[in-house]
């Protein structure tokens, strides 16, 4: 059985109980749907006739924003499987209810009319919520390849429940079919325990949520405002809007010439459940034989063309015969197109749509489009039945003219959706993991293959990313030219690509490939040979052969192979593979060569072969930049702590920094205290610590802005501003992140106190140590600028430097980019911006801060700032001393040169750790100059 799936909808292992699972949900939901809609339009028509349908309809669009707005509020609070348990329960305990009168022949207008309403709510919020679900239990990439086979379900419990309807209506009643769908969302309750019941599942739809919270947070605005900056989403509203309505006046022609026709009650709902179901059974076929065909060779505007063109000749058939067989004609057209073509052509045109927008956008026109719609549509017939007197076939005449208005629309559209596509080609503003059907559009094809054959290597990586899932043949003979392209990555990217269409063909070019200079593209290479070849035994023989081979080169692919598949692993015993390999050099490691070395620690990491841990440790020590960057992220994907000491040590060495980092940083939270302690420690190096807070700012959690905010007590200038930097940057990137408000206002009063004290030192330049710098400055480069004008630019520039980290720290606390574009008008040379950012700052700032910041601006002048700091800082004006610690790490080497030789001359001997520290400075003059002074103490 999972074989056959996997053959036929590529559901892969460990997805098969998911996807059957999720598939029977939608067909009973879809089947109870179109059990009671039969049942609801039965009892209507025949309580009350097609004359009181456009009445319902404007109530439907009432009860259905009212709802909206309450279950907005309630879904916000209550957990996902806890908000669909409850509203199962409470639908089915409705059912009940509704069964009960039906049974007594309960027959008031209250009860049926409430009834059609409480059908229509039912289908919005029962498949609303199982598609939110079903986002919440696969991921993007599973989401991509089994909500086809999914949808599939619904379509198929729409036939099974037209069917049903028709069978059961006469043989046990109307009113009991309410107990059929009753039991049938009993079953829903029961799978989706299963569903929800792993704990995994669990969590992963936790972080899922969040991430859609924190999403939300982000794009929270106007869709109003929306609407007006993007004629395509008004294009695209319009056509939802038309089409909502055009929709509910088929129904009520259908309905209308249907209860004309047949007049028995149980014979009118088979009749409704019989259409039902044929109409879901065209669907189908026209979802899995036809739309992919018509989006490739016509493009998505033609296919958006069939549903209205379908409808305007059912609308002329039944102006010109009003009789049933025009009624179902209409009908059909509608119906087969609605939910394939059409829906297909829909998802295409929000596809371009920019992701922080397409939440809100999506949303929009879902539920409050198409609320509004139902309500016009039932205002038009009211109008023009009610007042204007037409007739069920004068209705075609309305339906014509919205056909009409309907086509230009999406005749308009063509531009739009063009436009919005290439830019968001051109911003990369397509968000991967949003697309859940084939770019099959034929209109795009020649864009993408140009692209891939004559781009940069960017573009072509991202096209490569965007036609992930396309199986087109279309493609082909572009990829294999790829084949040959300069860049690995694409290289790659393009044979992993090519692995699904099973070319024959290609193995010999494959096979080529496994001596390709890349290592990650001979893996490639053997992987495509594993995939195109039929047996399991077959498959393991292939790569026990490339792990016997000769060449170096192919036993790592080989290796690494392996180590990506975890059946291929499991077989292989990649823990004992890696001994053999070992053991065939009895010299030790030294012996191995770089290639294989290299190999066994990323098959290490990615197959999380513990046993190995040993030589991983013994990697991270070798002498080979390469084989340290690939053992440093090996590291870090398994998780374990043994490692985190040795990645600590490697941020001191300049060369293998990079890849300790990125090693670090992969751990998440549970890094931090291992770094948090390691920055606390008097035992490690200056150079270690300047380089924590980047690792930290990586880890990009709320825990890492905690730790960050603690580290900022740190004395250093040059390591608190990669602090302040760490923490701008989790702003920027992470902006559902917090920031405690107090200890931030503290810290900027802190930089201000730094901003007044370099102020204060270059107002007093007369003072003697300073005047001793300058004469040391000459002495070091006696053909430089006056020392007095080298003095006064470094200042100038630690304040300016002081001033950034200022708004930086108020950039946490108030919005970002309010900060940043003061900040911007403040440096300009035009009074009108400076005036503005001072007048914007002074509305926005808390007082306390308003005051402190605000006269820093204000007092350009040197001499204006010194005498406002001796006014209101009096004794707290710093020595010389203080002003040199100022000094020491400013990121002028020639301020650090001049602040050493006045350190070792004084004999300051507490500033000895920071002149050792400088012994490795990166800039020959500095490291120079800090032995200068470290011979000097020592001398003493």
């Not at 059990?35 to 025949?46: A, C, G, H, M, Q």
């Not at 573009?459 to 043949?473: A, F, R, T």
């Not at 053997?526 to 077959?538: A, P, R, S």
């Not at 010194?866 to 209101?872: C, G, I, T, V």
Request: with cysteine.
């Amino acid at each position: 059985m999972s074989n056959l799936l996997q053959r036929l909808f590529d559901i892969r292992e460990g997805e098969t109980s998911r996807a059957l699972l999720m598939f029977a949900y939608i067909f009973l939901v879809i089947s109870c749907l179109l059990i009671v809609k039969p049942v609801r339009n039965s009892l209507f028509l025949t309580r009350f006739g097609a004359a009181q349908l456009p009445y319902v309809f404007i109530l439907v669009a009432v009860f259905a924003t009212l709802l909206t707005t309450f279950y907005s509020r309630y879904s916000a609070r209550v957990r996902l499987d806890r908000l669909i348990r409850n509203s199962l329960i409470l639908i089915i305990s409705n059912l009940l209810i509704f069964w009960v009168l039906l049974k007594f022949d309960y027959q008031a207008t209250w009860f049926i009319y409430g009834f059609y309403i409480w059908v229509a709510i039912f289908a919005v919020v029962t498949t609303s919520q199982f598609w939110v679900l079903a986002n919440y239990v696969f991921n993007a990439r599973e989401a991509k390849r089994l909500f086809g086979f999914i949808g599939a379900g619904g379509i198929s419990g729409g036939i099974f429940g037209g069917y049903l309807t028709n069978y059961l209506a006469p043989a046990i009643g109307t009113e009991n079919l309410l107990i059929v769908c009753g039991g049938f969302l009993t079953v829903c309750l029961f799978i989706l325990i299963a569903v929800w019941r792993g704990q995994q599942n669990e969590r992963q739809a936790d972080q899922r949520a969040q991430r859609r919270q924190q999403s939300g947070k982000k794009t929270q605005g106007n869709p109003f405002q929306i609407l007006r900056d993007s004629k395509h989403i008004a294009y695209l509203t319009g056509i939802v809007g038309i089409g909502v309505i055009v929709a509910n006046l088929v129904d009520y022609q259908f309905n209308t010439i249907a209860e004309e026709s047949i007049t028995d009650k149980d014979e009118l709902t088979a009749f409704f459940g019989f259409w039902l179901s044929n109409l879901s059974i065209v669907s189908l076929g026209i979802q899995l034989f036809i739309t992919s065909r018509i989006l490739r060779s016509l493009g998505v505007i033609p296919s958006l063309l069939f549903l209205p063109g379908g409808i305007l000749i059912g609308a002329l058939a039944i102006l010109f015969a009003p009789v049933l067989w025009a009624a179902i004609l209409i009908k059909v057209s509608e119906g087969a197109f609605k939910q394939s073509i059409h829906k297909a052509g829909l998802e295409l045109l929000v596809l371009p749509i920019p992701s922080d927008i397409k939440p809100q956008a999506k949303t929009f026109i879902d539920v409050f489009v198409d609320s509004i719609a139902t309500g016009t549509g039932g205002l038009l017939l009211i109008i023009f039945t009610g007042i204007f007197g037409f007739t069920t076939a004068n209705i075609s005449l309305v339906i014509l003219a919205l056909v009409l208005a309907w086509i230009l629309m999406i005749i308009r559209i063509r531009r739009e959706y063009v436009q919005a596509f290439r830019v968001a080609i051109e911003k990369r503003s397509i968000d991967l993991e949003d697309i859940q059907i084939n770019l099959e559009d034929a209109s795009l094809f020649d864009s993408l293959r140009n692209v891939l054959a004559s781009g940069k290597e960017r573009q072509i990586l991202y096209g490569l990313e965007l036609i992930g899932d396309v199986q087109n043949e279309t493609f082909v003979s572009t990829l294999t030219e790829l084949l040959n392209h300069s860049s690995a990555d694409i290289r790659r990217a393009a044979l992993d690509q090519l692995a699904g269409y099973g070319i024959e063909a290609l193995k010999p070019r494959a096979e080529q490939m496994i001596l390709d200079p890349d290592p990650d593209v001979r893996s490639s290479a053997i992987q495509f040979l594993v995939t195109n070849t039929d047996g399991e035994t077959e498959k393991l023989e292939i790569v026990r052969q490339f792990l016997a081979h000769q060449d170096d080169r192919v036993r790592a692919a080989a290796l690494l192979c392996a180590s990506n598949s975890p059946e291929l692993s499991s077989s292989l015993d990649i823990s004992k593979t890696i001994d053999r390999e070992l053991a065939a050099h009895p010299n030790g490691h030294d012996a191995v060569s770089p290639i294989i070395k290299i190999s066994i620690a990323r098959a290490i990491g990615r197959g999380k072969v513990t046993s190995q841990y040993h030589q991983l440790e013994a990697l991270l020590g070798d002498t080979n930049p390469n084989i340290v960057e690939a053992a440093s992220a090996s590291a870090g994907i398994s998780g374990d702590l043994r490692f985190t000491s040795h990645l600590v040590e490697l941020l001191g060495k300049p060369q293998l920094r990079k890849f300790a980092s990125v090693g670090l940083a992969s751990y998440g939270d549970p890094i931090l205290n291992t770094l948090q302690s390691s920055f606390r420690s008097t035992d490690t190096p200056w150079q270690i610590r300047l380089h924590l807070p980047r690792v930290v700012r990586f880890v990009g959690s709320q825990t890492a802005v905690d730790t960050l905010t603690q580290f900022l007590s740190e004395q250093s200038p040059l390591v608190r501003h990669q602090i302040i930097k760490g923490l701008t940057n989790l702003r920027k990137y992470h902006p559902s992140l917090t920031f405690d408000k107090g200890i931030i206002e503290t810290h900027i009063r802190n930089e201000v106190d730094d901003f007044v004290n370099t102020t204060v030192l270059l107002h007093l330049q007369g003072d003697p140590a300073l005047a001793a710098a300058k004469q040391m400055i000459r002495a070091i480069e006696p053909d430089k600028q006056s020392a007095q004008r080298l003095l006064t630019m470094a200042l100038a520039e630690k304040r300016l430097l002081i001033k950034e980290q200022i708004f930086r720290l108020l950039g946490l606390i108030y919005p970002q980019k309010d900060m940043y574009f003061s900040y911007l008008g403040l440096l300009s040379n035009k009074e009108d911006l400076r005036a503005n950012a001072l007048e914007f700052l002074d509305n926005v700032l808390a007082p306390e801060l308003k005051r402190q910041v605000i006269p820093l601006i204000e007092h350009q002048t040197v001499a204006a700032l010194f005498e406002f700091a001796r006014d209101q800082y009096r004794s707290d004006i710093p020595s010389d001393e203080g002003c040199l610690r100022i000094l020491l790490y400013h990121r002028d080497l020639w301020l650090r040169c001049c602040t050493l030789f006045v350190i070792a001359h004084r004999q300051l001997t507490d500033y000895h750790p920071d002149v050792q520290a400088m012994l490795e400075d990166p800039n020959p003059l500095v490291r120079e100059t800090a032995r200068y002074a470290d011979n000097h103490f020592r001398e003493q």
